[in-house]
């Protein structure tokens, strides 16, 4: 997966809009006003490329544990939130399946009205 790929992933998905709240380089994918997913542009410049992806606590520790590529989240709450590093050993197919997993969870935590704007 390059970065164009992640790109067009995020923005299938219903109701994603994208952000460089924090400074020009990190840019963040929110759905309903929240984060999903955030990566650094430099470093897929550099050739070492990570996302940040929300995750269930308990999924998070098994994905840790399971992987390499996989740690706590960078500058992120430790609990809900993992990094996954590119070109490791998870696969681009695993990789999507975290961003859907991050996706969905940010989803069902907006208020009933947000979630049936978004649908709309």
């Given amino acids: ?22 400074d020009e ?10 984060m999903f997913c955030l990566t650094s542009l430099s470093e897929w410049e550099k050739g070492t490329p990570s996302l940040n992806l929300k995750c269930d606590p308990e999924r998070a520790l098994e994905l840790r ?13 430790k609990v ?6 590119f070109h490791g050993d998870v696969s681009d197919k695993m990789i999507c399946e975290l961003i859907n997993h991050s996706y969905e969870l940010v ?5 009933k009205k947000v979630q049936q704007e978004i649908q709309e």
């Fill in 107 to 111: 989803f069902k935590s907006l208020t």
């Fill in 65 to 77: 544990a399971e992987y390499e590529a996989i740690e706590p989240g960078y500058h992120m709450s």
């Fill in 80 to 85: 809900h939130w993992n990094t996954v590093r």
């Fill in 25 to 34: 380089d990190t840019l963040v994918f929110k759905v309903g006003g929240k």
């Fill in 1 to 22: 997966m390059d970065i164009q790929q992640l790109y067009e992933f995020c923005q299938s998905k219903k109701g994603v809009t994208e952000h460089f709240p924090f």
